[in-house]
């Protein structure tokens, strides 16, 4: 589609200008998708191995904890877990990385999880909490991941539009106005030459 602008130098100086930052724009742009692409495609390898790792350990600290319940009575786990001497909670801070900026999880953890004496509980109910407080911190950078494959693949899309933007709206257009500009001086510098021409023959007629 051809832009309005005037058919004179300076419009097409203007329009060569603006044609060739919009084409380094293009390219850059495109280097930017793809390096995105690349970091992306690693971030999700990493994402997919550490999920089936947690998953792994989910499963495994259920069943040592159903065979902790299993070990001891209902009304001595109650007491057990009635009053916990643990606080879990999360520090946020991001980083950039290809000028996206990536949240980064800290988990903080004080006290212990144990909240009970050892008597009337069992070592499968201690290792079970254990476990919990480990896995519970590789959740959390789990988490932290995803976010960050949620932005990078967030980004890719936005890079991706302004890529289509330019390579099949703004550069056509400009390649199309820029033609039509310097076809226009063509023509205009052919009548003034005519013109020019005619002139002359009129002098030298008198």
């Known amino acids: 589609m051809r832009l309005q602008a005037a058919a004179t130098r300076m419009e097409l100086l203007r329009l060569r200008k603006r044609l060739a930052m919009a084409r380094r724009g293009h390219k850059l742009l495109k280097d930017k998708r793809d390096e995105l692409m690349k970091r992306l495609m690693e971030f999700i390898e990493a994402l997919k191995e550490r999920r089936e790792e947690v998953e792994r350990e989910i499963t495994q600290i259920h069943k040592r904890f159903l065979f902790a319940v299993a ?13 916990p001497r643990m606080k879990f909670s999360i520090s946020i801070s991001s980083r950039m990385l290809m000028n996206v900026r990536i949240p980064v999880f800290e988990p903080v953890v004080e006290g212990k999880i144990h909240s009970y004496g ?7 109910l201690d290792e079970s909490l254990l476990s919990l407080q480990k896995i519970v911190v590789k959740i959390v950078e789990l988490a ?12 890719i899309e936005r890079t991706r539009r302004r890529v289509n933007a330019l390579e099949y709206v703004l550069i056509p257009s400009l390649e199309e106005t820029i033609k039509a500009i310097s076809m226009k001086l063509s023509e205009i510098e052919r009548a003034d030459l005519n013109r020019l021409m005619r ?3 009129v002098v030298r007629a008198h």
């Open 71 to 83: 070990s001891i009575s209902e009304h001595s786990l109650e007491e057990a877990l009635l009053l």
């Open 118 to 124: 050892f008597f009337g509980t069992s070592g499968e």
């Open 144 to 155: 932290q991941r995803e976010k960050a494959v949620a932005l990078l693949a967030d980004e």
């Open 199 to 201: 002139v002359k023959e």
